[in-house]
């Protein structure tokens, strides 16, 4: 342990994730699906959505109360709506990306919403789960009210990502965007560790500016861009939330004050408008046009979304995640209430 942090190799992280998970009442499958989510987002670099993300599920309100297998409100033959069962977000959205593509490949559409369902991580991960299918992807998310609109004093919208995947000869090409500027999760991994909030992500409880953790749970964060991204947050509350059956007179806020969660994963077959592999030079080909652009000064390559990520994740494959001490002590206490201690208490 060096500075409060502990590198742990990828088999390491994944087993503590799952007994973390199994000792907090998941099933063997289903902590299997839950710590893949995870695992996979410390690979990709954002700490805040990887094993800490564990430690999140226990407070939520949501979590307290009974969970019920997620069943098929309607459905046609290219779209299905699913009651979540108040099921964590990410079981319950793992299944709908499934259903997605199956309706997508036999269709070459699918429209499927999900309602009643909490915390469902990295959008990322289910758009470029089903772009690998060779489809595109696009996922709107409406979640608990936590952001204040320009102007405003007090949260109104979620922080209602929005994520698009397209298919290509290599990785999916993924765009996946919160539209506050911060994200709650990462509020709460810096409230846990101690540490400030940047400049103008949020505002206290009175509407003055904060960049304390705890007075910004108890205020709102702010959207990013201004009126651009309060617009992106509308439009994905409706999408989102709005379209799966949430909304005023529709259990809209729960006692809790919290927005139930609603989300809307749209795909569909690039072979519905052109050859896949015409399209997969196509997208060759753009790369390869923006790669070439001229560099500013202080850069040494155009980036694209994403790309980062996917490059953290082959780096951290072979180097192992790396955690805090406080984050790796409180799973390993959730995982012993399994019985079983599946790290040694020093590395």
């Known amino acids: 342990m060096t500075g ?171 765009l996946d965007i919160g539209t506050s500027a911060y994200m709650m999760t990462e509020v709460m991994l810096r409230e846990r560790l101690g540490e400030l ?12 500016p904060t960049r304390d953790p705890v007075l910004a749970r108890r205020g709102a964060l702010l959207p990013f861009g201004g009126y651009k991204g309060s617009g992106v947050a509308l439009v994905t509350e409706i999408l989102g939330g709005l379209l799966s059956g949430n909304g005023p007179g529709k259990n809209w806020w729960d006692k809790g004050g919290h927005g139930v969660n609603g989300v809307f994963l749209q795909a569909f077959a690039v072979e519905e408008f052109q050859p896949l592999a015409d399209f997969y030079d196509k997208v060759d080909e753009l790369i390869a046009y923006i790669k070439t652009t001229k560099c500013a000064p202080g850069f040494n390559e155009i980036l694209l979304p994403g790309e980062t990520g996917r490059r953290r994740e082959t780096t951290q494959r072979k180097n192992g995640v790396e955690v805090d001490e406080d984050t790796w002590e409180q799973l390993r206490q959730l995982a012993s209430e399994l019985g079983v201690d599946p790290l040694p208490t020093t590395l």
């Open 4 to 174: 409060g942090r502990i590198n742990l190799s990828v088999v390491e992280a994944r087993d503590l994730a799952e007994e973390a998970l199994r000792g907090i009442g998941f099933d063997d499958d289903e902590a299997g699906i839950v710590a893949d989510h995870v695992i996979d987002a410390a690979l990709c670099g954002y700490e805040y959505s990887g094993l800490p993300k564990i430690l999140n599920l226990p407070e939520s309100r949501h979590f307290k109360l009974p969970r019920r297998p997620m069943k098929v409100l309607r459905e046609t033959d290219v779209s299905i709506a699913f009651d979540g069962g108040n099921n964590v977000g990410m079981l319950a959205l793992y299944h709908a990306a499934e259903a997605t593509i199956r309706k997508a490949a036999a269709h070459g559409l699918a429209l499927v919403s999900v309602t009643d369902a909490w915390m469902s991580g990295r959008s990322a991960y289910y758009v470029e789960m089903i772009a690998k299918a060779g489809l595109v992807a696009i996922h709107t998310a409406a979640s608990s009210r936590l952001v204040a609109p320009p102007g405003g004093t007090r949260a109104v919208l979620g922080t209602n990502p929005i994520a698009i995947a397209v298919p290509s000869s290599r990785e999916p090409i993924v």
């Open 197 to 208: 909030l940047p400049e103008g992500v949020a505002i206290g409880p009175n509407g003055e």
